[in-house]
């Protein structure tokens, strides 16, 4: 299903929310009551499954939590709850779970000849060089990120 | 054509997904209660820790070769396990989970498929997608396709880790390489016998004649000699009931009252009587057991098992409980220290052909307790309700101390990436 914008703002875009992810029985209620049928009986089917909208390959999805600061430009912020599919291939300039020699980060990954460069999004942290010489195994691309206010 | 789809080192893959430091060094899983050693990474083997290998014996072992040691953590397993078998769905509509970490998979009509490349195309997908690697070995019988799965995963670098069956003459060669004690199906005891008459693989053990070898090893050993000739006997087996179902466990400390050993029955009946009646079956037979640590020489030993019989097919934890604390009673003996204690149910049969006795019968009005029961603790989760001879409190708790995190199933335990 596609996502169906209802209102858009120079700066937000406005979706309509799904609240049931089980629930398949339509909503029915126009047949009961005389007089005008509601115009938006016609948009009952307008909503969003936030699990299949954000959750694309079930059995390769995996969710983390992040310590830290260096994507904060990324909007990636402390605590946030990441989703991670591992099944996508890594390509420029997407943002990626990284074991490198032995331990796990989250960065921005641009691929070079002969090297990968791990950059962060945050003036503060200077990119990461990665040689043959070090271990890196790109363990999942991000997809989302989660936040709770 | 069948493959057998195998993990490498499952609950040790498991762990080193979301542990990435654990690649390359030794790791260890301890079964329930954290008694023995159950799984192990390839370092792990080769530092010569046997399979079955009691943690305390190995203890010291563990601390000077640096393994790292966890608790079996089920949840995980569990987790990993079921999206691997659902990547594999996707490969071929015909699939037998045969356990944890292993499938069979059935392929009808891909007579057009290049199955070594397609077998690539699985290992790339679910080792990618879920951190796991497999083995995969494809050939025309299911027995086969297991001799396959295991040159697959011995010579991985020659093979990728998937392995065809396809030619005699490729069939000859792959029985020839496998002792005879490795084949599945083949038991310790048959292995011996056919071994003291010159068949030391399962080359050797196809050229015996049916008329041996199913007066020997019975039509199951035929079947199976059939099925290492390329003949298919096997089909895939969909979820069938069990035959018995048991409930044991070693106890975190050692007991020797009669009321410790008889709750801890009292448990293993209920949980087995609940996982009778999930799978719509009533038991004729219970078996209790109890025995002391092998391992404490210095002790006294001792072991010994009942089978009662019970007057009728019945599935009520009461009525069952009734005759495992009869068998409790004849078994136990004073003066021991207790270690182990189990119960099986035996003599299955389907509700629906349960056998009626002339002037007994299980108790009717215990069915619809029974499914209230049921009803209740699945939908609380656990074991909420219990009766009262069961435990109530937290002394038997699974001793887990080496437990990892549940990484996929507990949001508080999910991993923590430091940016």
């Given amino acids: ?51 299949k909208e954000y959750i694309k390959n079930r059995d390769t999805t995996f969710f983390a939590k992040v310590k830290g600061n260096s994507m904060v430009n990324a909007g990636i912020f402390d605590g946030d709850l990441l989703i991670i599919d591992k099944s996508l291939e890594p390509q420029n300039d997407k943002i990626a779970v990284c074991q490198i020699d032995g331990s796990f980060t989250v960065k921005r990954i641009k691929i070079e000849k002969d090297l990968v460069w791990l950059i962060a999004e945050n003036e503060d942290f200077k990119p990461i060089k990665v040689t043959t010489e070090n271990d890196l195994i790109i363990w999942g691309i991000v997809t989302a990120s989660i936040k709770k206010f | 054509m069948f493959a057998l789809v195998d993990c490498n080192n499952f609950y040790a893959s498991c762990q080193r997904v979301f542990e990435p430091h654990l690649i390359g060094k030794p790791v260890a899983i301890l079964s329930n209660n954290d008694g023995c050693v159950i799984a192990r990474s390839n370092e792990a083997k080769a530092l010569g820790i046997p399979m079955g290998a009691p943690a ?32 594999l769905s996707s490969f071929s509509p015909d699939i037998e989970v045969y356990s944890i970490d292993e499938a069979f998979l059935k392929f009808q ?35 086969l396709a ?28 792959a029985l020839k390489w496998t002792n005879i004690e490795d084949v599945w199906g ?4 048959h292995a011996k016998r056919l071994q003291s008459i010159k068949v030391a693989n399962a080359y050797q053990f196809t050229q015996l004649t049916d008329e041996w070898v199913r007066k020997e090893m019975s039509v199951v050993g035929l079947r199976l000699k059939h099925e290492l000739q390329g003949i298919p006997t096997l089909d895939l087996e969909i979820a069938k009931d069990k035959k018995m179902i048991a409930t044991t466990r070693s106890f975190d400390k050692m007991h020797t009252k009669i009321e410790d050993i008889s709750e801890r029955v009292a448990t293993f009946t209920a949980s087995c009587a609940e996982k009778l009646r999930r799978q719509n079956s009533h038991c004729n037979m219970i078996m209790v057991f109890v025995h002391t640590n092998g391992f404490r020489k210095d002790q006294p030993q001792y072991s010994r098992n009942i089978v009662i019989k019970t007057d009728f097919p019945t599935n009520s934890t009461i009525e069952l409980n009734h005759y495992a604390q009869i068998g409790l009673q004849q078994i136990f003996r004073e003066g021991y220290h207790y270690k182990k204690a189990g119960v099986i149910v035996m003599g299955l049969t389907p509700n629906n052909q349960t056998q009626l006795s002339l002037f007994s019968s299980s ?53 923590q990436i430091q940016l």
Avoid at chain 2, 57 to 71: D, I, P
Avoid at chain 2, 395 to 414: G, V
Wanted: aromatic fraction near 10%.
């Fill in chain 1, 1 to 51: 299903m596609k996502l169906i914008s209802t209102h858009i703002t120079p700066t937000l875009e406005f979706y309509t929310p799904d609240f049931s992810t089980e629930v398949e029985l339509p909503y029915i209620d126009a047949g009961l009551r005389a007089g005008f049928p509601s115009p938006a009986d016609d948009f009952i089917e307008i909503s969003i499954d936030i699990n």
């Fill in chain 2, 109 to 143: 009509g891909f007579e057009r498929f290049d199955l070594g490349e397609y077998g690539l195309k699985i290992q790339r997908t679910v080792t990618k997608g879920t951190g796991i690697p497999i083995s995969v070995g494809f050939a025309p019988t299911k027995a």
């Fill in chain 2, 146 to 173: 297991k001799v396959a799965n295991k040159i697959a995963k011995k010579f991985p670098e020659r093979t990728k880790s998937v392995y065809v069956i396809d030619t005699e003459e490729k069939r000859i060669k």
């Fill in chain 2, 363 to 415: 108790n009717p009005k215990h069915q619809p307790l029974m499914s209230v029961v049921d009803k209740l603790n699945k939908s609380i989760g656990q074991t909420k309700v219990r009766f009262a001879s069961q435990s109530v409190g937290r002394q038997w708790k699974m001793k887990q101390e080496k437990l990892s995190p549940c990484y996929t199933t507990k949001i508080k335990d999910l991993i």
């Fill in chain 2, 56 to 87: 305390f014996e190995y203890k010291k072992l563990f601390e000077e070769n640096n393994v790292f040691v966890y608790s079996s953590n089920y949840a995980l397993y569990g987790d990993m396990s079921s999206r691997v078998m659902n990547i």
């Fill in chain 2, 186 to 189: 083949i038991g310790r005891k």
